[in-house]
């Protein structure tokens, strides 16, 4: 509740922007923000653009898929294929890092991201 | 003083004896010298065919010097014993070294029986044991075409399928009995295997008496007591085993009527200082022409020398042949017949497939049997007659393993008991390698080898440690199965047969009805590519555009600052100057680095995702097509310039090159493919390196496969020769439809053969003797794909819905990556390094 009031929504690009159970790059205030859309289970996701390990602006092009018994959302670099929780942004593949993950929401066929 | 052993012969046995003396911690409470005759310290010689295949003598070698030296063992190589002096208790050596000895163990193995045919002593007639009689069959096979090999036996057979795999054309068998490995299996198996043994390429003689060996110095043909005539420039003397006993005659110990050094149960010669080990030993009435009985012969003395009791049994006597494609195994008591049992026999002489199995009278137990064509269930059945497990009610289920999905009851690895022998040349039990995986987690076949040793002997129980180890982590509740990921319980082979059976054409279909969840970055790409490879559509399109590794979804080679890298396909290497000048524009257009490749084409990096579907126009306009540099796929097809140009070429290697590379070009596999053509033997093209390489000849093309470079370089293996182009191709069609069809994700065609039971030679049978029955379909099969062709990067060009995909920001189309740094380097420009 609090946080909803403490962001301001971005829109970003339209829904059939975003190639089904795949990923797509958006430039937002200056930042390379990484929209997912996750078709198979009618769900949308947010990351920074940057994959942590070598600095590539690459996680946008990514392979989504989902891992474990809870089903956890997660994008794998295309790099060197380091993955990481769509929910969390934390690296699901052994290292520490941790991305960043934005609020998103889609009203009318448009896609919109929160940021602080 | 250290009391001293002496051992006679360094071979297989006589290293056993070694390595168990150190086993057991005496070795430093005596003095050991080991005399060997060869100038190498032991080998493996039941792996010696494997030398022909590559293997070098350091893989064969059982020990290097260096661990005779470290456990104080005098090893003297090249001086075999010629005298022993057992009142004096010393032997003499070639060179004339005299030792004393308080034991003297003799381990002197077998030479090769010759018979004494006149023309025996002429050139190109061969026995074969040892490394030296193959380093001379090696070199006398490249001048001879027709070989042939004077004996059917295990040994014999083995010997014919060297001489196919030294590349001759014709190759005889010539057996004096009326079958084929009479010792070991039964009338009907031998038939059964004969003429299974002929569709491979080996031409059989039964009832076949030698005469005499016709040529002038050197052998030229073979004349048989029926006045026929056989002509041969190579022949093999395979007739059985002698007995190496010349040393202890003449030292006046008893020997056989037929050879061998007589000893009783504890291995003592007539002499009770001297022992004798292996293949001269004559024990029980017979030599035990086996490894394992070696072993074993070689642990008993071991005991009895420190003082422990234990004695020489009649030992089994079971094989399980390593033959060209063909299973042949005997077990137990393989001829026993009714009234003495009963047998149970099945035959299907179509596929070549004959087993037999003998029970006892009460239908209790399992007495012996044979097995041609099929062998999978040898282990088990062998060890359900060692253990005499109590068969289940129908015990041809055994024989012909379980049907309608039950787990073979009573008779799985699993149901035997702990002391089950499962490696009886190291005397491993069941239990003792469990225990290594449950307790030790010891769960690879390498990892089992290494704490067990069980497996290194003639390798026989491997499948059986396999089953071991999968069993009892089953057992554990780990799951083993080589599946393709979380999201679906499949090998790759199951999932490729069901996409195609169900004639799935999207992922996620096959996601939905085979698999579960949402997928992740290991099964998508393989399934897309499975897709490709079935139905040769355009990948980007019916929602598989995000399923395909990023390099294959962008159609463009991904690089170390997010920009790409484009190759367009210049087949053969032969371009015209006017593509070089359009690549030289294009480069200069779009600011790209370009370099030549490996493969005979050109780079173009650095390319920024919005000018790829620009650079791929101008490209296009100009007559090129994609290169599939990014796809697991035909990558180039290599060439000299061949025979157009070059003084030394016998065929147009160029020509062949670009009709090769435009059939495969665009073909989805399991990983990628690399191939080459050379117009001579010089090999210019570098063809042998290739996962499949041609080679022309005087008479048409040699086809090499399984070759690679990258981490693990490998030597393709020929596959077949002097061919014409259209069999050529006809054999690489089928070569990579079964490479396809069977190869697990990312797995290169060298490590695809190294798995594959047979071999080289199981891969010939498949792909020119058509064994699998499945030729037609695969030729069927790939003048679709070659049909179904199309220019992916032309089909992006003119789709502007695919067109759209390729920008960086999809609300910014124009506005490149700005993190896409470049650093000048000589005149153009490389990627900015990374942090
Ligand atoms: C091609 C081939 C395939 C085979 N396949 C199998 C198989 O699949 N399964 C299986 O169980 N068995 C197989 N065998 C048989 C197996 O190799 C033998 O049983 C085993 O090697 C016997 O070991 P050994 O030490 O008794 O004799 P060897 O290995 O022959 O060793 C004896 C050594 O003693 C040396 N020597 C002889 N006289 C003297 C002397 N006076 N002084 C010093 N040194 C001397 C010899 O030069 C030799 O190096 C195969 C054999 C061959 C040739
Ligand atoms: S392989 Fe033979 S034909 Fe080709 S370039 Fe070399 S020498 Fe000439
Ligand atoms: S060898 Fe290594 S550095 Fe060179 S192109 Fe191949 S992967 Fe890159
Ligand atoms: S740059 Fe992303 S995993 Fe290495």
Redesign the pocket.
């Known amino acids: 509740m609090v946080l909803e009031q403490t962001i301001t929504w971005h829109l970003a690009c339209n829904t059939e922007d975003i190639p089904a159970d795949g990923g797509a790059c958006a430039l937002i205030e200056g930042e390379q923000v990484a929209i997912y859309n996750f078709a198979r289970r009618g769900e949308w996701y947010a990351t920074q653009n940057l994959c942590p390990h070598r600095q590539q602006m690459a996680l946008s092009r990514g392979m989504i898929g989902s891992t474990g018994a809870e089903a956890e959302p997660k994008v794998a670099c295309p790099f060197h294929k380091k993955t990481f929780s769509l929910k969390s942004g934390e690296c699901l593949s052994g290292d520490d890092y941790v991305i960043k993950t934005y609020p998103i929401k889609v009203e009318n066929g448009q896609i919109f991201i929160g940021m602080e | 003083m250290k009391k001293k052993i002496v051992v006679?012969?360094?071979?297989?046995?006589?290293?056993?004896f070694c390595e168990k003396l150190i086993a057991k911690d005496i070795a430093k409470k005596f003095e050991i010298i080991v005399?060997?005759?060869?100038i190498r310290p032991?080998y493996d010689?039941?792996?010696?065919?494997e030398y022909f295949a590559g293997k070098t003598v350091e893989d064969l070698t059982m020990a290097p010097t260096s661990w005779y030296a470290e456990n104080d063992i005098n090893l003297i190589l090249s001086?075999?014993?010629?005298d022993i002096d057992r009142e004096a208790k010393t032997v003499r050596?070639h060179h004339g070294l005299v030792k004393g000895y308080d034991y003297l163990v003799m381990?002197?193995?077998?030479?090769a029986f010759v018979p004494p045919i006149p023309g025996v002593e002429k050139d190109g007639v061969f026995v074969?044991?040892?490394i030296e009689d193959l380093d001379l069959m090696q070199n006398h096979a490249k001048k001879a075409t027709k070989g042939a090999v004077i004996g059917g036996g295990?040994?014999g057979l083995?010997?014919a399928k060297a001489l196919l795999d030294l590349g001759l054309k014709e190759v005889h068998v010539i057996e004096f009995a009326s079958r084929l490995m009479p010792r070991q299996i039964d009338e009907a198996g031998s038939r059964v295997l004969q003429a299974k043994l002929e569709t491979l390429g080996l031409q059989i003689h039964l009832n076949k008496n030698t005469q005499e060996i016709v040529g002038d110095g050197i052998i030229e043909a073979m004349q048989f007591a029926d006045g026929s005539r056989l002509d041969v420039d190579m022949l093999v003397i395979s007739a059985g085993i002698k007995p190496?006993d010349?040393?202890a005659k003449v030292a006046g110990l008893e020997v056989g009527i037929r050879g061998g050094i007589v000893v009783n149960n504890a291995l003592q010669t007539s002499d009770p200082n001297i022992f004798a080990?292996?293949?001269?030993a004559l024990a029980h009435h017979m030599i035990?022409?086996?490894?394992?009985p070696?072993y074993e012969m070689a642990e008993v003395v071991a005991t009895k020398i420190i003082g422990g009791e234990k004695e020489f049994m009649p030992f089994d006597m079971s094989?399980k042949?390593?033959l060209i494609g063909v299973d042949v195994a005997s077990f137990g008591d393989a001829f026993i017949q009714e009234p003495n049992a009963q047998t149970i026999v099945f035959e299907n002489s179509a596929k070549g497939i004959y087993k037999r199995i003998n029970i006892s009278n009460d239908g209790k137990y399992l007495l012996g049997g044979v097995l041609v064509g099929d062998a999978e269930q040898y282990n088990m059945l062998l060890q359900n007659t060692k253990n005499k497990t109590i068969l289940p009610a129908d015990p041809e289920d055994l024989m012909l393993g379980a049907r309608g999905g039950s787990e073979g009851g009573a008779s799985g690895v699993m149901a035997l008991p702990d002391e089950a022998l499962i490696c009886s040349?190291e005397a491993v039990t069941k239990g003792g390698i469990c225990h290594e995986i449950i307790e030790n987690k010891v769960t690879t076949l390498d990892g089992i080898k290494k704490c067990t040793k069980a497996g290194t002997?003639?390798g026989?129980c491997v499948p059986m440690v396999k089953d071991l180890i999968n069993e009892t982590m089953k057992s554990q509740g780990v799951f083993v199965r080589n599946i393709l990921c979380e999201h679906f319980d499949y090998t790759r082979q199951e999932l490729f047969d069901l996409v195609k059976i169900k004639g799935y054409k999207t992922y996620n279909d096959v996601l939905d009805h085979l698999g579960k969840g949402d997928g992740c970055e290991v099964c998508k790409p393989a399934v897309a590519s499975i897709i490709a490879s079935l139905w040769n559509e355009m990948i980007l399109e019916k929602g598989n555009a995000t399923v395909q590794d990023s390099n294959d979804r962008f159609l463009a080679n991904i690089q170390k600052n997010g920009t790409y890298s484009v190759v367009p396909r210049i087949p053969g290497g032969e371009i015209t100057p006017e593509k070089l000048i359009v690549i030289g524009q294009v480069a200069l257009k779009y600011n790209l680095y370009t370099k030549i490749t490996g493969g005979q084409r050109i780079d173009l990096f650095g390319a920024h995702v919005s000018d790829l579907p620009e650079i791929w126009e101008e490209l296009v306009n100009a007559g090129f097509e994609s290169g599939h540099a990014y796809g697991k796929s035909l990558r180039t097809v290599k060439s000299c310039v061949g025979s157009t140009w070059c003084r030394f070429g016998v065929q147009d290697a160029v020509s062949f090159a670009i009709e090769v590379e435009e059939r495969y070009r665009g073909l989805r596999s399991p990983h990628k493919l690399k191939s080459a053509v050379s117009g001579c033997t010089r090999e210019c093209a570098e063809a042998q390196s290739k996962d499949f390489g041609i080679i022309a000849t005087e008479k048409g093309w040699n086809l090499y496969v399984c070759g690679n470079g990258g981490v693990k370089p490998r030597h393709a293996e020929l596959l077949a020769t002097d061919i014409d182009s259209a069999t050529c191709l006809q054999y690489i069609d089928r070569f990579l439809m079964f490479y396809i069809k069977t190869a697990e994700p990312l797995t290169r065609t060298a490590p695809w053969l190294d798995k594959m039971e047979g071999g080289i030679n199981y891969l010939k049978s498949v792909v020119i003797d058509d064994v699998l029955g499945m030729g037609e379909t695969w030729d069927a099969e790939m003048n679709l794909l070659v049909e179904a062709y199309k220019c992916e990067w032309k089909e992006v060009v003119e789709n502007p819905e695919l067109r759209k995909r390729f920008t960086h920001f999809v609300n910014a189309p124009k506005v490149k990556d700005p993190n896409a740094k470049f650093e000048p380097m000589r005149e153009m420009v490389k990627a900015a390094e990374w942090k």
């Open positions: 006679v012969g360094n071979g297989m046995v006589g290293y056993k005399f060997g005759e060869e032991a010689r039941v792996h010696l065919s001086d075999p014993i010629v050596s381990a002197t193995g077998s030479g074969y044991r040892t295990l040994l083995e010997a190496r010349e040393v080990i292996g293949e001269c035990y022409g086996l490894v394992a070696g094989t042949l390593k040349c002997g003639c026989g």
